[in-house]
Antibody
């Protein structure tokens, strides 16, 4: 059974940093692109970033470029999102998803809440 | 960036009646390989998103056949033939043709009338 479990969310002050993790199991992690998608409270879905199987390609939405870094450790079956210079507008539930690229995420985690507030 | 526009944003439906959600893209979603990467997601209250349909009309495993997708170019539709109580939630279209960025519609909230 495919499982994606996010962790690392919490309350952080504006300008602060947070690192999200996503532990994957039930599939060959190194064979899939992976994505982060976020959802602000009461709002819709916003794609944040994705990463190729070997980590050689990474893409970001403009609003997080230069502040967020997506990475992965295939030996640990884990996906990460390093978030720096956080802003109030980054407040959201962050989901990791197994990415079928053009087809979107076919499996999603339960999400982890990030709150940026003083 | 490709803008995805859904309508209606709110959809009250009587149990057992059909429902239809429209999704329009700001440019054609036909990719150079001939495929059209328009996908639909369902998000039930308090749950993570779940993909229902990929490449316009292909249902994911386990998705009831009362869900169907159609369309081409820039105009797409998700139809539910007979709405059931478990269908309550928000539905999103998503384009994967012109990325980055991958973009979603605003969402359509389906509720039981």
């Amino acid at each position: 059974e495919v499982q994606l479990v996010e962790s690392g969310g919490g309350l952080v002050q504006p300008g602060g940093s947070l690192r999200l993790s996503c532990a994957a199991s039930g599939f060959t992690f190194s064979s899939y692109w992976m994505s982060w998608v976020r959802q602000a409270p009461g709002k819709g879905l916003e794609w944040v970033a994705n990463i190729k199987q070997d980590g050689s390609e990474k893409y970001y939405v403009d609003s997080v470029k230069g502040r967020f870094t997506i990475s992965r450790d295939n030996a640990k079956n884990s996906l990460y999102l390093q978030m720096n210079s956080l802003r109030a507008e980054d407040t959201a539930v962050y989901y990791c998803a197994r990415d079928q690229l053009y087809l979107g995420g076919d499996y999603w985690g339960q999400g982890t809440l990030v709150t940026v507030s003083s | 960036d490709v803008v995805m526009t859904q309508s209606p944003l709110s959809l009250p439906v009587t149990l057992g009646q059909p429902a239809s959600i429209s999704c329009r893209s700001s440019q054609s979603l036909v990719y150079s390989d001939g495929n059209t990467y328009l996908n639909w997601f369902q998000q039930r209250p308090g749950q993570s998103p779940r993909r229902l349909i990929y490449k316009v009309s292909n249902r994911d495993s386990g998705v009831p056949d009362r869900f169907s997708g159609s369309g081409s170019g820039t105009d797409f539709t998700l139809k539910i033939s007979r709405v059931e109580a478990e269908d309550v939630g928000v539905y999103y279209c998503m384009q994967g043709t012109h990325w980055p960025p991958i973009t979603f519609g605003q969402g359509t909230r389906l509720e039981i009338k």
